[in-house]
């Protein structure tokens, strides 16, 4: 036997039972959107709109700590006479983002056992830093400046090469395998001093170490509202454009008199600095949307901040759908 409720389409479906899911879920198609606002090389800024904050922070500890990438794992020193010493110059190499697209390794086997195997060409990225310090012959005899007299007396991240294990050679012919940055300054040397070390790299998320974090930074904040409750003119008019950053707000000319107008809210820094003036904190309404977040994310180098993003997605897609499972797989009671 079933019960039939007849709904009017003019209704709020919220007043019947089981139909809030299907409201929200259209409000949200209808609601959300991003908008790519700056995108270049290793920086991105969009906006996301008509979402919750709980996923837009949820969003951002993905970007920092849930999108994979490649990083030093182990180094194997066989030689460090550097004054450095051996677990702070490993350290420091760890740190140095390494080029190389985590999706197309596998994760590393976890324990014991597979801790004393080797890595394979599916998992292992080999790296190899061997160099020595040496005086230069050619220098001349009244020079005090290390770069003159010295060869190879400064250690930076170009000095790192990639070694290929098995058929990586053919494989990532194309990808020009090492470090993101080749000025990263690594130890400084002197006649006699060398470094012979090999590095290991595998896939690793942010959580478990921040080397693995594929951003530098990924942030967001609200989208500030400003609105002049009534017109300012004249001299109130040029004060109240100091009191925010430039090109929020912009003087019109109306009627042979200036009148202040918002122009973009967006380049606010909300420093409230109008609110010291009495006479104009009660011509202005200072706000922020709550479901308009700007998102700035700065990538390492090592993916496009365009791929990071889409892969954050993919990663919050995935998690959405693991907990719709456990909900299918449970039994209710």
């Known amino acids: 036997m079933f019960a039939v409720t007849l709904v009017h389409t003019t209704d709020y479906p919220g007043n019947y039972p089981g139909y809030d899911d299907v409201w929200d879920m259209q409000k949200f198609q209808k609601n959300f959107r991003i908008d790519v606002v700056h ?68 994760y590393r086997n976890t324990g014991e056992e597979a801790a004393e ?30 770069r003159e007299l010295y060869l190879n007396h400064m250690v930076y991240s170009k000095d790192i090469k990639w070694v290929p294990i098995g058929n990586q050679a ?61 017109p300012v003119e004249g001299e109130k008019a040029e004060r109240l454009k100091r009191c925010f950053s430039r090109g929020v707000i912009d003087l019109e000319d109306v009627n042979g008199k200036k009148v202040a107008k918002v122009v973009n809210s967006r380049l606010d820094t909300c420093s409230r600095e109008v609110l010291r003036h009495d006479d104009l904190k009660n011509l202005v309404k200072l706000g922020r949307l709550r479901d308009h977040f700007i998102f700035t994310v700065e ?35």
């Open 39 to 106: 995108l270049d090389e290793n920086t991105m800024e969009f906006d996301m709109v008509g979402i919750d904050a709980a996923i837009a922070n949820a969003f951002r500890r993905i970007l920092l700590a849930e999108v994979p990438t490649m990083a030093i794992e182990k180094a194997f020193i066989y030689n460090n006479t550097s004054i450095v010493q051996d677990e702070v110059l490993a350290h420091r190499l760890g740190l140095i983002p390494i080029k190389a697209d985590p999706r197309l390794f596998e």
């Open 117 to 146: 195997e080797e890595g394979s060409e599916i998992d292992t990225i080999q790296l190899q830093l061997k160099i020595k310090c040496s005086r230069n012959p050619r220098a001349s005899k009244d020079s005090s400046d290390p």
């Open 170 to 230: 053919d494989v990532f012919a194309d990808s020009g395998i090492g470090p993101v940055h080749d000025d990263i300054l690594i130890a400084q040397l002197r006649p006699g001093q060398e470094l012979d070390i090999i590095m290991h790299c595998v896939k690793g998320l942010g959580k478990d170490h921040a080397k693995f974090s594929p951003v530098a930074t990924a942030s967001y904040r609200l989208l500030p509202e400003i609105t002049l409750l009534e």
């Open 299 to 333: 990538s390492t180098g090592i993916l496009p901040p365009e791929v990071l993003v889409t892969e954050a997605i993919k990663v919050l897609m995935a998690k959405c759908q693991r907990f719709l499972n456990e909900l299918d797989s449970t039994d209710m009671k």
